[in-house]
T-cell receptor, first 114, second 111 residues
């Protein structure tokens, strides 16, 4: 069974630009969550999607948005990039929301804003 | 929201010794406590988890204990090996499927 796949693996963007990251969950998993990982702040929750609906949101500005498609694939968008957005963005998929089941992480997308 | 504190931030142990990482959480409604291991350049992977109706859980050399009254939980690794060197994250979650992570502990096992 293929794991969680994130594309691209690496990105370099300029301040002010926007970026879209993609996450394909494990087949059969319907919940997708996004996290930002930085050396200073650790792993911070961005949002969670289930059945194409955002179910939970962390404390990030509105520049961070996402969506989920009918096949459970998810995208995350960051507009008007700032230097502080440089981070490893991880997505995690879970089979359902009925229980706190294991979250499987992808390899992440390393975003560098210059 | 939930706040998880993790200590120590770094831990160096001699191969064969035990390692203990401690976490505290703020929200008594949290009921799920996973531990993730992240090796350098790799994705976080679940190594063990515990739910609030259980006080202790063990899996080979790894064990986790939970004290709901004190709102803290700990990871114990016995007979440490070089491959245990990694960053370990604790997390807490309520029934909202949002994981609140601790800041991480960098464990180095000296040969």
């Amino acid at each position: 069974k293929a794991g969680v796949t994130q594309t691209p693996r690496y990105l370099i963007k300029t301040r002010g630009q926007q970026v879209t990251l993609s996450c394909s969950p494990i087949s059969g998993h319907r919940s997708v969550s996004w996290y930002q990982q930085t050396p200073g702040q650790g792993l911070q929750f961005l949002f969670e999607y289930f059945s194409e609906t955002q179910r939970n949101k962390g404390n990030f500005p509105g520049r961070f948005s996402g969506r989920q498609f009918s096949n459970s694939r998810s995208e995350m968008n960051v507009s008007t990039l700032e230097l502080g957005d440089s981070a490893l963005y991880l997505c995690a998929s879970s089979v359902s929301r009925t229980l706190n089941t294991e979250a499987f992480f992808g390899q992440g997308t390393r975003l560098t804003v210059v | 929201g939930e706040n998880v504190e993790q200590h120590p931030s770094t831990l160096s142990v001699q191969e064969g010794d035990s390692a203990v990482i401690k976490c505290t959480y703020s929200d008594s409604a949290s009921n799920y406590f996973p531990w993730y291991k992240q090796e350098l350049g790799k994705r976080p992977q679940l190594i063990i988890d515990i739910r609030s109706n259980v006080g202790e859980k063990k899996d080979q050399r790894i064990a986790v204990t939970l004290n709901k009254t004190a709102k803290h939980f700990s990871l114990h690794i016995t007979e440490t090996q070089p491959e245990d060197s990694a960053v370990y994250f604790c997390a807490a979650s309520m029934n909202d499927y949002k994981l609140s992570f601790g800041a991480g502990t960098t464990v180095t096992v000296r040969a």
